[in-house]
């Protein structure tokens, strides 16, 4: 089968690989539509926790072609996206439900291969069936919004509270559409690209200012007091740093944009202490996966906007230049 291998950091080859076989419980799926993420060019970076090589790509949905002899709940024909942390149902933190931290698990794209390739193999525990009138392109969506879904619940939003957001991409509006969803009475959206913050102003932002030398007293300007909760969609240590001196008093920061490994940050303590900060992580998906999918099939959450190119898995090149150079990408989607 056609693939994209990491091979190394900062390295990769469009190749032909065996295809896999499916283990007893696994699913295996010909792969329709994969997302880039920001998490696959930390791993290309070698920023991440994945070992080389790797056939990276976890945000994916497809048609399952054929299945273990352990698998009950899905057949070949079956139209699907994958939750890509598998998590062992046996160790300590499974069984204290917080199976985010399993410390057996395995993440399809991250610590197994993945979807940059024409099939990939899944655990069933993994899959989930997605509706007809879903297409594959919008199902590949369900994961990060996954992560936005169990973020949300992570902040702890509350009716009529400000939010503001630092980045304007895929997962910043994500986040914000949820949020408004939510309760909040305002969502102020920051980032460097005009034409991301003309879009989400279009999508329902109650403001957007881009980030340069006035953004920040603009910021003021439009809450002095600051907001109940600044969430990071950038994954910027440079950018966090600036982000918690806009949190109200006894009010939260989540921290959703994945940093390097090893990046630092500057934290005033004291500053964290006397106004009662709250800061708050939001680790991949905890069993949110169903609810996402809820959302895209209801039309809740509309995704197709969001992706900005499509590229053939011939052209992953391409996809990885739209990442690093045009700071107006949004999803880029990837046709194996
Ligand atoms: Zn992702
Ligand atoms: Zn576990």
Wanted: glycine share 8%.
């Amino acid at each position: 089968m056609k693939a994209c291998l990491f091979e190394a950091k900062e390295k990769y080859v469009i190749c032909d690989i065996e295809k896999p076989v499916p283990q007893k419980d696994e699913v295996l799926i010909r792969v329709k539509v994969v997302g880039i993420c920001g998490t696959d060019i930390h791993i290309l970076k070698g920023e991440y926790f994945s070992d080389f090589p790797l056939i990276a790509g976890h945000e994916f949905s497809g048609e399952v072609v054929e299945v273990g002899e352990e698998v009950t709940q899905f057949q070949p024909g079956d139209r699907v996206t994958a939750d890509p942390n598998i998590f062992c149902d046996k160790c300590y933190f499974c069984k204290i439900n917080k199976n985010n931290h399993c410390l057996d698990s395995h993440v399809v794209g991250v610590t197994q291969n993945g979807a940059f390739a024409e099939y990939v193999a899944v655990s069933e525990k993994g899959i989930f069936s997605i509706p007809d009138h879903l297409s594959y392109s919008e199902a590949a969506l369900a994961e990060p919004l996954a992560c936005v879904v169990y973020g949300i619940r992570r902040s702890g939003i509350k009716p009529g509270e400000k939010v503001l957001i630092f980045g304007a991409g895929a997962i910043g509006l994500l986040l914000m559409s949820l949020l408004k969803m939510n309760g909040a009475s305002q969502v102020v959206m920051v980032d460097i690209s005009q034409k991301k913050l003309d879009f989400a102003k279009k999508m329902g932002a109650s403001e957007v200012i881009l980030n340069n030398e006035d953004g920040e007293k603009k910021l003021k300007a439009i809450a002095p007091f600051g907001f109940e909760l600044v969430a990071d969609a950038t994954g910027s240590p440079r950018v966090m740093e600036r982000e918690l001196q806009f949190v109200e008093p006894d009010g939260t920061f989540l921290v959703f944009g994945v940093a390097p490994i090893g990046a630092m940050m500057k934290v005033e303590p004291y500053d964290i202490f006397r106004r009662d900060i709250r800061v708050i992580g939001s680790y991949a998906v905890k069993k949110t996966m169903q609810y996402s999918i809820n959302l895209l099939a209801s039309g809740k959450i509309q995704v197709k906007n969001l992706i900005s190119s499509t590229y053939p898995l011939e052209d992953f090149e391409k996809g990885i230049q739209d990442f690093y150079y045009d700071p107006d990408h949004m999803k880029i989607q990837i046709i194996p």
